[in-house]
C-alpha cells in the first residue's frame, strides 16, 4: 500500500503542535477536495472556532481547531488548592499555583503543578498571553491580592475567571473594582461565587466544583443536571 507523503500544511500543523500554537485545520470538501491550508489564530473566524474546540464544515471546508492545551493559573496556595491542582491535573490541565506569600508557594505543596511561583499576581498575569486555553483561579481571599489579579485579567480573554468568597464578599469585590473605573461589562466576566452548586463542604468539594464550573464553560454547558436534559439536547 502505497502512503501518501504528508504535505506542507501537516509540516506546519506538527511544528504548531511543538510550539503549542492554536491553529486552525482547513481541508477543502468541494473544489479541490483534499487541498488544506493551516490558518493561525489571529485570522478572522480562527478565534471562535478555537474556543468551541469543536470542528464544523464551512462554505465547502472543514474546519479542525487545534487550540493550545488547557492552562490554569490558580491564584492562592490555600488548601483548596491543592485538591484543585491534582484533580485539574488529572483532567489534563497545565496548572500553574502563583502566592506571593512564600509559606503558601511551597512546591512540596503541589506536586502535580507545572510550576509553583513565588511572586505577586498581577505581575505574573501582566506579561501572560491569555487565551481560551487559559483559565483564572482566584483563591487568595484577600482585597490586597483578588483586586489587582482579577483587574490584571480582564486584561486578556482568558476562558475562565473565578473568585471564591460569598455572596456579599463579591459585592464589596465589585463596588472596590467599579470604584476603581472598572466597568460592569467587564465585572460580569468575573464568575463568584465560584464554582458549580454542589452543596461542597470539604476543600476537595470545593475543588471539584470549581473544575466542573471549568469543564462546563469550557464546553458551553450550564452544568445541570443530565437528566434535565431534553432528548433532543443529550442526544
Given at each position: 500500500?502505497?502512503?501518501e507523503?504528508l504535505g ?8 504548531a ?13 468541494d473544489?479541490r477536495?483534499g487541498?488544506?491550508?493551516?490558518i493561525p489564530?489571529?485570522?478572522?473566524g480562527?478565534?471562535?472556532l478555537?474556543r ?7 462554505e ?5 481547531p487545534?487550540p493550545r492545551?488547557p492552562e490554569?493559573?490558580?491564584f ?7 485538591p ?5 491535573h ?12 512564600s509559606k503558601?508557594?511551597?512546591?512540596e505543596?503541589?506536586?502535580q ?6 511572586a505577586?499576581p498581577?505581575?505574573?498575569?501582566k506579561?501572560l498571553a ?7 483561579v482566584?483563591l487568595?481571599h ?5 483586586d489587582p ?7 486578556g ?5 473565578g473568585a471564591?468568597?460569598?455572596?456579599k464578599t ?5 463596588a ?15 464568575r ?9 463542604q ?7 466544583a470549581?473544575?466542573?464550573?471549568m469543564?462546563?464553560?469550557r ?10 436534559t431534553?432528548p433532543?439536547?443529550a442526544?
Amino acid at each position: 500500500m502505497l502512503v501518501e507523503p504528508l504535505g506542507q500544511p501537516h509540516h506546519d500543523l506538527i511544528r504548531a503542535l511543538d510550539e503549542e500554537r492554536p491553529v486552525v485545520l482547513k481541508t477543502a470538501l468541494d473544489e479541490r477536495p483534499g487541498a488544506r491550508e493551516l490558518i493561525p489564530a489571529t485570522d478572522a473566524g480562527a478565534e471562535s472556532l478555537l474556543r468551541r474546540e469543536t470542528p464544523e464544515r464551512r462554505e465547502g471546508w472543514f474546519l479542525e481547531p487545534f487550540p493550545r492545551p488547557p492552562e490554569l493559573f490558580i491564584f492562592g496556595g490555600s488548601h483548596v488548592a491543592i485538591p484543585l491542582t491534582r484533580l485539574a491535573h488529572e483532567l489534563g490541565f497545565r496548572v500553574s499555583v502563583v502566592d506571593a506569600r512564600s509559606k503558601f508557594a511551597g512546591p512540596e505543596r503541589f506536586p502535580q503543578a507545572r510550576e509553583v511561583i513565588h511572586a505577586w499576581p498581577d505581575e505574573v498575569l501582566k506579561d501572560l498571553a491569555m487565551d481560551s486555553s487559559t483559565y483564572v483561579v482566584i483563591l487568595t481571599h484577600d482585597p490586597k491580592f483578588d483586586d489587582p489579579t482579577i483587574q490584571a485579567a480582564l486584561k486578556g480573554r482568558p476562558r475562565y475567571i473565578g473568585a471564591i468568597g460569598s455572596r456579599k464578599t463579591h459585592r464589596e469585590r465589585v463596588a472596590r473594582l467599579t470604584a476603581a473605573g472598572v466597568s460592569e461589562a467587564e465585572l460580569v466576566r468575573v464568575r463568584a461565587p465560584i464554582g458549580l452548586d454542589l452543596g461542597a463542604q470539604t476543600a476537595e468539594e470545593t475543588a471539584l466544583a470549581i473544575l466542573s464550573e471549568m469543564v462546563a464553560v469550557r464546553h458551553g454547558k450550564m452544568g445541570g443536571p443530565m437528566a434535565s436534559t431534553t432528548p433532543a439536547a443529550a442526544a
